[in-house]
Nanobody, 125 residues
């Protein structure tokens, strides 16, 4: 199983980016995929996840209304559309499989066996 995240870059506050996570070795039709991020000096935190076949989605409160997760079963790819970006969104973003475990409205890493290498998002003020 391999996950390859891409689409990061440098953007001004208020701008948009779309991250892609191309997956091989497992199907997005049968597995939930999660997005996490980690900023320098901070713990990795869950951002969003999408259930198999896109049946359900979850967003962390700090991105709700600004980010949207989706999946394409033909391309076996999961996307994270990020709008109204803020400097606080600067981090390395990772996609992970397989699962979407939420405890007390917080995403957990338990069960996420496969991780991509991450893509850097930098939002300037």
């Amino acid at each position: 199983v391999q996950l390859q995240a891409s689409g990061g870059g440098l953007v001004q506050a208020g701008g948009s980016l779309r991250l892609s996570c191309v997956i091989s070795g497992l199907s997005v039709d049968e597995n939930a995929i999660s997005w996490f991020r980690q900023a320098p000096g901070k713990e990795r935190e869950g951002v969003s996840c999408i259930g198999n076949r896109g049946r359900s989605t979850h967003y962390a409160n700090f991105v709700k209304g600004r980010f949207a997760v989706s999946s394409d079963s033909v391309k076996n790819t999961v996307y994270l559309q990020m709008d109204s970006l803020e400097p606080e969104d600067s981090a390395v973003y990772y996609c992970a499989a397989a699962g979407c475990l939420i405890v007390g409205n917080t995403m957990r890493e338990l069960g996420l066996e496969y991780w991509g290498k991450g893509t850097q998002v930098t939002v300037s003020s």
